[in-house]
């Protein structure tokens, strides 16, 4: 097991079911963009654990993401998979979730 039962994300996981995040944030996407958005409980499963791990730097979030195992496994993300940049979760955190009432 890569991600020890006792680690904070799986206990988190275990008891939280995080889609309902998608159908309080339908409002803030518009359906016909023309490109894929991120998806929003990933983007929201990040930035909780920049909160929970006391990581207030989105390049700093990315980069421990990329080398952290329970992170992904939290994120539901495979080994190779690439991250998401830094710029990116803070243009969606700040012109997109900034105002509403889902995100941190």
Not at 7 to 34: M, Q, T, W
Not at 83 to 103: G, K, M, P, W
Request: charge should be positive.
């Amino acid at each position: 097991m890569l991600v020890p039962e006792s680690h904070l994300v799986r206990k988190i996981a275990k008891v939280i079911d995080f889609e309902f995040i998608r159908e309080a944030v339908v409002p803030l996407y518009c359906p016909n963009s023309g490109r894929s958005a991120e998806d929003p409980v990933r983007m929201f499963k990040i930035m909780l654990l920049g909160y929970l791990f006391g990581i207030s730097s989105e390049r700093r979030l990315v980069q421990e993401i990329q080398v952290n195992l329970a992170y992904r496994w939290f994120l539901g993300m495979g080994l190779t998979e690439k991250v998401i940049d830094a710029s990116t979760l803070s243009q969606n955190r700040r012109c997109r979730f900034n105002d509403s009432e889902i995100y941190l």
